[in-house]
């Protein structure tokens, strides 16, 4: 598509936009189940206990899945776990809602597991997405991350950027066994190292699952139409304004937090 833009010369300039594909994406969800994945959070569920992040968790990703759906029915997701390393639960991808809940259900937590491995997720990541591609679709992990007292390590070629890694972050306070900002900058690096294109990185240690709900719809946007995460300004802050008067100044809007 060629666009004609006006200046202030006379003749004005060409630009040409080329048309791209959105190509269909097969997501892997990667999930952590070392034992700090069954801290309880602050909300709680339907009978008033409180809900552990893995509990939410499974419920963010089956949010997840049928709003990707709703997007596009051509999406494909399997699932994978991680302790010392990754480990798939399903190989074969699907679009089949009724499979998808069967295997977030089925997921579940283990004893304390030490330092994670990622680079067993990402050569499965790597070996998958290069199936994929074959299929002209693109390659996605989702990874949903717990560990607040040890950093994930990996190994893996700086020039071999095969996918996108998106992460969400769920994490205790800092204290004397806890380093979240040593574990975070872990994460950011490895995304960074890996992602082919942006990849988007989210964290939250209020232990609120409405926080990590809000994160999982901004991992619907599409990496092929992604701006840079310093520029997301989603979701916007609630203002509660009052009528506009002449004897009611507006210093008296009252901000309220969308945390």
């Not at 833009?5 to 070392?34: A, F, M, Q, W």
């Amino acid at each position: 598509m060629e666009v004609i833009v006006e200046g202030e010369s006379s003749g004005g300039s060409k630009y040409t936009l080329n048309p791209t594909r959105i190509l269909n994406e097969d997501i892997l969800i990667c999930v952590d189940v070392d034992a700090e994945s069954m801290v309880e959070m602050k909300s709680t569920g339907p009978n008033g206990r409180p809900l552990t992040r893995f509990e939410s968790i499974k419920q963010a990703i089956l949010m997840f899945i049928n709003a990707k759906l709703s997007i596009n029915p051509d999406h494909r997701f399997a699932f994978a776990t991680l302790s010392k390393s990754a480990s798939l639960l399903r190989r074969e991808f699907s679009s089949e809602v009724e499979s998808a809940i069967a295997a977030v259900m089925g997921l579940s937590a283990t004893s304390s597991s030490g330092p994670a491995d990622l680079t067993t997720l990402f050569q499965i990541a790597a070996h998958e997405a290069k199936k994929s591609r074959a299929q002209n679709r693109i390659f996605r992990v989702v990874l949903i991350y717990c560990r607040s007292s040890t950093k994930p390590q990996h190994q893996w070629p700086v020039n071999r950027k095969l996918f996108t890694l998106d992460v969400i972050y769920l994490h205790d306070k800092p204290g004397p066994d806890n380093c979240p900002q040593e574990v975070y900058d872990a994460l950011v690096d490895a995304l960074e190292h890996v992602s082919e294109y942006e990849g988007y990185i989210h964290e939250s240690g209020q232990g609120l699952a409405r926080i990590l709900y809000r994160h999982m719809c901004v991992l619907l946007s599409h990496p092929q139409q992604r701006c840079a995460q310093e520029y997301i300004d989603i979701p916007k802050s609630l203002t509660k304004k009052s009528p506009a008067s002449d004897s009611m100044p507006c210093e008296d809007s009252v901000p309220i937090s969308s945390q």
